[in-house]
């Protein structure tokens, strides 16, 4: 089976919330709940170390949840999740969510998700 994700359009409104809140900066973290063949995560998780990505344990399990720095903006936020998005179509990962969190902790206090795939 092949993976080919359609662009994931985000929830502007929860970029613009994250804006206002106190929790966050100008800076951001993009978490990506990703899920695949282990050999095809540890391929993809090589690819996005060029984006500074972190938490890219756990392949062996077939899911990674991998944290991607960003700025907050909208136009950084959405050229980010598309240049991911090629990447897992690439190694043929699937993309369950992203959310879009304050720090690079797993688990952080507030955070907004801004895509999820269909059920």
């Known amino acids: 089976m092949t993976i080919a994700h359609e662009r994931l359009e985000i929830d502007s409104g929860k970029v613009r919330e994250a804006q206002t809140h106190a929790d ?10 990703l899920a695949g063949q282990s050999n095809d995560l540890d391929a993809l998780s090589v690819a996005l170390e060029k984006f500074g990505a972190r938490n ?12 991607i720095p960003v700025s907050l903006t909208e136009s950084d936020i959405i050229d980010r999740v598309d240049q991911v998005r090629k990447q897992a179509d ?7 969510i992203v959310d879009l969190d304050p720090t690079d902790e797993s688990h952080s206090k507030k955070f ?6 269909s059920q």
């Open 90 to 96: 690439r190694f043929n990962i699937s993309i369950d």
């Open 56 to 67: 890219l344990e756990g392949s062996k399990g077939g899911f990674v949840n991998a944290k």
């Open 112 to 117: 907004y998700t801004l895509w999820k795939a």
């Open 24 to 33: 966050f900066s100008e800076n951001a973290w993009l978490t990506f709940y």
